[in-house]
């Protein structure tokens, strides 16, 4: 690992700036947890010149919620207290969960839900400095090696997959981030649209601007008659990173559902709507016949490669599960 400096930055003013003078020769990047960003620096995959730690900037860890507005979180709040903050737990029970099956509970005390959403892909050739060396067409590389844990659809370009838990169930939740940059300039994204293709090649797989700060993160209010549920399904019930995970957020009138979000990670390169599931559900009561179609229509057009073809029926007993927990079945 080579040397760099530290600077701790005492606003998000400060740190956008400091963010905006990385170049080539001096790249600077923010640090909050430093989960990932430790790894990918010991990896070779990242060499900073500089850090900006985001964690001396007072207010980016605050948790509101208001029964119109909905939840904010501010970018450093821990996985651990969203895990388990009464608030989240009654009103956005999807995420409470997902931040409580990531990593590990010595990991969740430092990871941030920023961090989070910002980390790169863990898969076993972006992390391996020797293929980074190596050139070449790294698609291929996937399609043609270990695919085993790999995307399942929209994997003609990359197969990599974004490694966020949190993710799926913001997708599913309809959640947004916020963005400041230079003069505290803020930019609003939805998650599904902040977070792109995993690509090697690019220093980051969002739209982030290399001088802006991921500040915060809302969720809308839910409306009455909301359920939610997640799962994540791993090969043991471990520490494991997922083979699957799947988010469900309705909206019920009596048994019949009125609105439906399913979100599945892990088996594309970000979270992917089941949005013909979706349609097959609303208007009609969730029986388990009717869990049970909709699971086979969120599968339906999985390209799988060499060896991750057993992700599909294993996805399409999570999204049965995962539908029919969230409607209380």
């Not at 929209?154 to 997708?171: F, K």
């Not at 915060?216 to 090969?235: D, S």
Request: aromatic fraction near 6%; proline fraction near 6%.
């Amino acid at each position: 690992m080579q040397t760099f400096e530290w600077v701790d930055a005492e606003s998000v003013e400060q740190a956008a700036s400091l963010l905006g003078e990385s170049s080539e020769r001096k790249p600077v990047m923010a640090k909050a947890g430093g989960m990932d960003l430790l790894d990918l620096m010991k990896n070779g995959v990242v060499s900073p010149a500089r850090l900006v730690n985001l964690k001396t900037i007072k207010g980016l860890d605050g948790v509101r919620y208001d029964g119109k507005q909905g939840l904010e979180l501010g970018a450093l709040v821990t996985l651990a207290r969203i895990s388990r903050e009464p608030e989240l737990r009654r009103n956005y029970v999807a995420l409470a969960d997902a931040a409580e099956h990531a990593a590990t509970p010595q990991v969740r005390n430092a990871a941030t839900m920023g961090g989070n959403l910002l980390q790169r892909p863990r898969c076993w050739y972006f992390r391996s400095d020797f293929f980074h060396q190596a050139g070449g067409d790294d698609a291929a590389r996937v399609r043609d090696g270990e695919n085993q844990y790999h995307a399942i659809f929209d994997n003609q370009r990359t197969a990599l997959v974004h490694a966020s838990t949190p993710a799926t169930a913001l997708v599913a939740y309809g959640a947004t981030v916020e963005l400041t940059g230079p003069g505290g300039k803020t930019r609003v994204v939805p998650v599904a649209e902040f977070l792109l293709p995993p690509d090697m090649k690019r220093p980051r797989d969002t739209v982030i601007a290399p001088d802006e700060v991921l500040t915060r993160v809302r969720i809308p209010a839910p409306g009455a008659g909301t359920k939610a549920a997640y799962h994540k399904q791993g090969e043991r019930e471990s520490y494991d990173w997922p083979i699957c995970d799947v988010a469900v957020v309705l909206r019920l009138e009596g048994k019949t559902v009125r609105q439906a979000s399913i979100a599945m990670g892990w088996v594309a390169p970000t979270p992917r709507r089941a949005t013909a599931a979706e349609q097959l559900l609303v208007g009609k009561p969730l029986t388990e016949d009717l869990a049970r179609q909709a699971a086979k229509a969120a599968v339906a057009g999985a390209t799988p490669m060499s060896k991750n073809a057993y992700k599909v029926p294993v996805l399409e007993a999570v999204v049965r599960r995962t539908l029919l927990a969230a409607a209380g079945a």
